[in-house]
């Protein structure tokens, strides 16, 4: 089947967010577009919603926690030796 161009106007930095967005989610603009088409048209409305999992509240914490880890060099226990990492860990077993 042979293609067609489609010109669509939209603000410039939705067009931005648009192509961050489709990235994300391993898309193109183009790509994103003709899977909406195909699936508007196969079931005569407007079909689904594509997003990304947003983090819940725990994983939040937990990246915070990380980044804290990563930048604080007095937030929590240090190793320089695994093997002594190890030992004290398995001590208390």
Known sequence: ?????????MDSDLKNQFEDFCK???LTMTAAFNVFAKKAVSEQRIPFSIGRDLPNQETLKALAEVKRMK?????GKRYKDVDAMMKELLSDV
Do not use: K, L
């Open 24 to 26: 994300d989610v391993g």
């Open 71 to 75: 930048t604080d060099p007095n937030y």
């Open 1 to 9: 089947m042979p293609s067609a161009n489609v010109n669509i106007r």
